[in-house]
């Protein structure tokens, strides 16, 4: 042995066995590459181990790039099908355009936006439209048969609904009546003619007999009667509130239609007279005599 400068012994080269290869210095661990020597980096020790991590093969780069593009593609389908699907729930719920447009149910659904009616449905017509027409009132709980025939009760019917459902009553049905009989919550359910007297008898204890018979001469006892008249006027509910004397009592036509408040201000028309000289058609009626069967069927 030779002593080294460090004063550790140095250990002699080992010749190779004759026949075998000699063997290197240090093998690797049993199934791990061999790491190849890194020149150091500037500034340390040459010889000394690599302080700094080695890059990472290439191999592992491209997987985690093509990993990121999988996850990213998958991403944008889950956002774009969670818009298609809420932008189709929103058109589901908004139904057809006005103008009866394509949309789910256009012409099966809403019949009245399809090609076979007109843009205007209108008095006098007679056709599946019509009838369409008054099915939905029906269902409103509009006092109202379904035969087809656009009379005078299919037209106070349109009105009072166009009243109650905040549109112009014009009594006809273009596209925003259309559109509001299929979507619109009104309801048109009235007093029944036994509660209506019955309110008007409380109203005028005076004169209890009389102002029935006022009320069923104006309004055959129908809160909702609407009777327009040459001039473009209209008499209004239960006693047929002019739009004059709306007016003047500060009404609406919505207000007038509720029978409560028809029967009050008949009540403070009455009360400045004390007499029916609002209603002169209506109050010779009720004075006239009145026959045993008239009585009994109240025609």
């Not at 809160?223 to 509130?241: E, K, M, S, V």
């Not at 009050?264 to 009360?271: D, F, V």
Request: proline content about 9%; overall charge positive.
């Amino acid at each position: 042995m030779t002593a080294s400068a460090s004063g550790r012994d140095t250990v002699p080269a080992m010749d190779a066995a004759p026949g075998r290869d000699p063997v290197p210095a240090m093998d690797a661990a049993p199934g791990r590459d061999t790491v190849p020597a890194m020149d150091a980096a500037p500034g340390l020790a040459p010889g000394r181990p690599g302080i700094e991590p080695s890059p990472r093969p290439t191999g592992w780069s491209r997987r985690r790039r093509l990993r990121t593009s999988v996850v990213t593609a998958a991403v944008v389908a889950a956002v774009s099908v969670s818009a298609w699907a809420l932008t189709n729930g929103r058109d589901d719920e908004q139904g057809p355009s006005p103008s009866g447009g394509a949309g789910r149910g256009a012409g099966e659904d809403r019949p009245l936006f399809s090609a076979g009616c007109s843009s205007v449905i209108a008095m006098g017509q007679h056709d599946e439209c019509v009838r369409e027409v008054q099915r939905l009132l029906h269902a409103k709980g509009a006092d109202i048969g379904v035969d087809g025939d656009f009379g005078p009760q299919t037209l106070r019917r349109v009105t009072a609904f166009q009243v109650l459902a905040g549109l112009p009553p014009n009594g006809v049905v273009g596209e925003p009546t259309k559109k509001a009989l299929y979507t619109s919550r009104v309801r048109m359910g009235v007093w029944s003619p036994q509660k209506v007297r019955q309110r008007v008898r409380e109203a005028f204890p005076e004169v209890a007999d009389k102002a029935v018979a006022i009320a069923d001469c104006q309004s055959f006892l129908d809160p909702l009667h609407i009777l327009p008249n040459t001039n473009g006027t209209r008499n209004w509910g239960l006693f047929q509130i002019s739009d004059a004397r709306l007016r003047e009592l500060g009404g609406t036509p919505r207000e007038a239609l509720d029978p409560e408040w028809n029967i009050r201000a008949a009540r403070k028309l009455w009360s400045r007279d004390r007499d029916f000289g609002d209603w002169p058609h209506c109050e010779r009626a009720a004075e006239a005599p009145r026959s045993a069967a008239t009585a009994h069927s109240g025609t």
